[in-house]
């Protein structure tokens, strides 16, 4: 592989991971006066936006981060490829965009601006395969609605989604490159699941459309120096 092919993934993944990054729950809740992390979850995503600060800020940062991903793959790869890496052919620009997308998760679940703690990626992870494989995204939407119907559980419907998103890819006829890809980004979503999934186990978890109940805020993130 040549110098320039090697800097336009450089700077592909680097860009994608920057936007990614991006904290956007922390920073509509900033703008509320709440640091979004000591309270619910603590995570900085759109569930627990939802939760904290209601519908319309909950929405805004699904939306919002979900463009990160789509934004990443169709945008960020292809301006690399145009500029760095004009004339490369269909296979390469694949490349470049399945880098741009799993790099836009990790900024996302591991953001450099609060110390690499951010969310789960889920939102994220649907912006990144409406670009890459919508088909593949459309069956998932469909287990996710069926699952959250069922049992009002945002993250066992996540989880279930996560879980089919190879199974679905492999349907849709994507390539195998793609499946194996979209096991990984399914794994990666599970694992960052994992304290939902104890949760589920425990009967604790909380679901959608209960009696709210005082529930202690999250242990603030600690400072550092």
């Given at each position: 592989?040549?110098?320039?092919?090697?800097?336009?993934?450089?700077?592909?993944?680097?860009?994608?991971?920057?936007?990614?990054?991006?904290?956007?729950?922390?920073?509509?809740?900033?703008?509320?006066?709440?640091?979004?992390?000591?309270?619910?979850?603590?995570?900085?995503?759109?569930?627990?936006?939802?939760?904290?600060?209601?519908?319309?800020?909950?929405?805004?940062?699904?939306?919002?981060?979900?463009?990160?991903?789509?934004?990443?793959?169709?945008?960020?790869?292809?301006?690399?490829?145009?500029?760095?890496?004009?004339?490369?052919?269909?296979?390469?620009?694949?490349?470049?965009?399945?880098?741009?997308?799993?790099?836009?998760?990790?900024?996302?679940?591991?953001?450099?601006?609060?110390?690499?703690?951010?969310?789960?990626?889920?939102?994220?992870?649907?912006?990144?395969?409406?670009?890459?494989?919508?088909?593949?995204?459309?069956?998932?939407?469909?287990?996710?609605?069926?699952?959250?119907?069922?049992?009002?559980?945002v993250s066992m419907a996540s989880i279930a989604a996560a879980a089919s998103l190879p199974l679905a890819a492999w349907l849709t006829k994507e390539s195998p490159i793609m499946v194996l890809i979209?096991?990984?980004?399914?794994?990666?979503?599970?694992?960052?699941?994992?304290?939902?999934?104890?949760?589920?186990?425990?009967?604790?978890?909380?679901?959608?459309?209960?009696?709210?109940?005082?529930?202690?805020?999250?242990?603030?993130?600690?400072?550092?120096?």
């Amino acid at each position: 592989m040549s110098l320039v092919r090697i800097g336009a993934y450089i700077v592909t993944v680097v860009a994608a991971y920057l936007l990614g990054s991006i904290p956007t729950g922390f920073l509509v809740a900033k703008a509320k006066g709440i640091d979004i992390r000591t309270v619910g979850s603590g995570k900085i995503g759109a569930t627990n936006v939802f939760r904290a600060l209601g519908v319309p800020a909950g929405v805004a940062v699904l939306l919002v981060d979900a463009l990160k991903g789509w934004v990443a793959v169709v945008l960020v790869s292809r301006a690399v490829y145009h500029w760095i890496l004009p004339g490369s052919d269909v296979q390469e620009r694949e490349w470049l965009a399945i880098c741009a997308g799993l790099s836009a998760i990790l900024g996302h679940n591991y953001t450099c601006w609060l110390h690499f703690k951010g969310g789960k990626g889920i939102a994220t992870s649907a912006g990144v395969l409406l670009a890459l494989v919508p088909w593949s995204l459309l069956i998932i939407f469909s287990i996710w609605l069926i699952v959250f119907a069922l049992t009002r559980y945002v993250s066992m419907a996540s989880i279930a989604a996560a879980a089919s998103l190879p199974l679905a890819a492999w349907l849709t006829k994507e390539s195998p490159i793609m499946v194996l890809i979209t096991g990984a980004m399914g794994a990666l979503a599970i694992y960052k699941h994992k304290g939902n999934i104890q949760r589920l186990m425990k009967g604790t978890e909380s679901r959608i459309g209960s009696k709210k109940t005082t529930v202690a805020p999250a242990e603030a993130p600690k400072q550092t120096s």
